[in-house]
């Protein structure tokens, strides 16, 4: 059981490398923003595509195992719990900080932002 577990920690954190690596790239592109359920309920294309990125990863490692993902549920898709393992996505967390490119909590004002 170990081993499994390893396993599944070690392909954990090579996929959320892949994912930093999306998420720093798109930190120098124009950052499409949309809104999910209300005007402060932000999604960009990465928070979509790292989303996508761990699901496929995972699935093709792991076949058995099921995902929650926050942009996949906030499009329609539903969470249905099993007694198979599950990953709970949320691709990036703090979206706002991402689109305004506030990548460090020190200072806590980012840059460009009238104080």
């Known amino acids: 059981m170990a081993d499994i577990l390893q396993n599944v920690m ?11 690596e999306v998420v720093r790239e798109a930190l120098s592109d124009d950052r499409k923003v949309m809104t999910k359920s209300s005007a402060v309920d ?3 294309q990465t928070d979509q595509k790292v989303e996508h990125l761990i699901i496929q990863s995972v699935k093709e490692k792991f076949p058995q195992h099921r995902f ?37 909590f020190i200072p806590l004002i980012c840059p460009g932002t009238a104080v």
Do not use: Q
């Open 68 to 104: 929650i993902g926050e942009e996949s549920v906030a499009a329609g898709e539903p969470s249905i719990l099993t007694d198979n393992p599950t990953w709970i996505i949320d691709p990036i967390d703090g979206t706002t900080n991402f689109v305004h490119a506030c990548v460090y």
């Open 10 to 20: 070690d392909h954990a954190v090579a996929v959320a490398r892949k994912a930093g």
């Open 42 to 44: 932000l999604v960009t």
